[in-house]
Nanobody
Framework: QVQLVESGGGLVQPGESLRLSCAASGGFFSAYTMGWYRQAPGKQREMVARITRGGHTNYADSVKGRFTISRDNAKKTVYLQMNSLQPEDTAVYYC????????WGQGTQVTVSS
């Protein structure tokens, strides 16, 4: 069993940056593909970025070049650096673990508004 706790969300203006963190406990963190997903009001949850245990990454087209996912296996933490944020990035951001994924965090709100 893996528990995931996100942090770092908040309210920012367009063009600003945020870094989300997801701390994991339980399980074998370094073995999991980790990911970030988001869900905006009235929309389905969508994949934002994923990073495999080998460090390979993939991103949604809408965030390529602006967001960067990384992981620190020693700290059992995955990060999402978000730059040049836009209002359409407003959503609840969820951390995930596993290929399906199998585990989810509780989510952290990101609001981009002037």
């Amino acid at each position: 069993q893996v528990q995931l706790v996100e942090s770092g969300g908040g309210l920012v203006q367009p063009g600003e940056s945020l870094r989300l963190s997801c701390a994991a406990s339980g399980g074998f963190f370094s073995a999991y593909t980790m990911g970030w997903y988001r869900q905006a009001p009235g929309k389905q949850r969508e994949m934002v970025a994923r990073i495999t245990r080998g460090g390979h990454t993939n991103y949604a087209d809408s965030v390529k070049g602006r967001f960067t996912i990384s992981r620190d296996n020693a700290k059992k933490t995955v990060y999402l650096q978000m730059n040049s944020l836009q209002p359409e990035d407003t959503a609840v951001y969820y951390c995930s673990a596993g290929d399906r994924p199998s585990y989810w965090g509780q989510g952290t709100q990101v609001t981009v508004s002037s």
